[in-house]
């Protein structure tokens, strides 16, 4: 059984950094696409980024693109989100999530078959 660990969340001020990390285990994750979504409250589960595990090719939305970079470390079996120049609106809990697939529509929750139980994030303005 595929799991999924985030660590990483926090407390920052606007402008600050963090990095998010997820540890997956049970699976091998060759085949996988591994992402991050976030969700505000009140609000629905938003997609962050996504990479392929075997190539490392990745996506971004458009509204953390120049300021978020997703990457892995295969050694590790971890992802990773760092995350800079963030802003209060970035503000949420940031779910790590893994689908057995090679789908290019990265950017819907249902691409996903596996999920984190998510890390807080708040930006202070």
């Known amino acids: 059984q595929v799991q999924l660990v985030e660590s990483g969340g926090g407390l920052v001020q606007a402008g600050g950094s963090l990095r998010l990390s997820c540890a997956a285990s049970?699976?091998?994750?060759?085949?996988?696409?591994m992402a991050w979504f976030r969700q505000a409250p009140g609000k629905e589960r938003d997609f962050v980024a996504a990479i392929r595990w075997s190539s490392g090719y990745t996506y971004h939305a458009d509204s953390v693109k120049g300021r978020f970079t997703i990457s892995r470390d295969n050694a590790k079996n971890t992802v990773y989100l760092q995350m800079n120049s963030l802003k209060p609106e970035d503000t949420a809990v940031y779910y790590c999530a893994a689908g057995r697939t090679f789908t290019t529509v990265v950017a819907t929750t249902r691409t996903y078959d596996y999920w984190g139980q998510g890390t807080q994030v708040t930006v202070s303005s």
């Open positions: 049970g699976g091998t994750f060759n085949s996988y696409t």
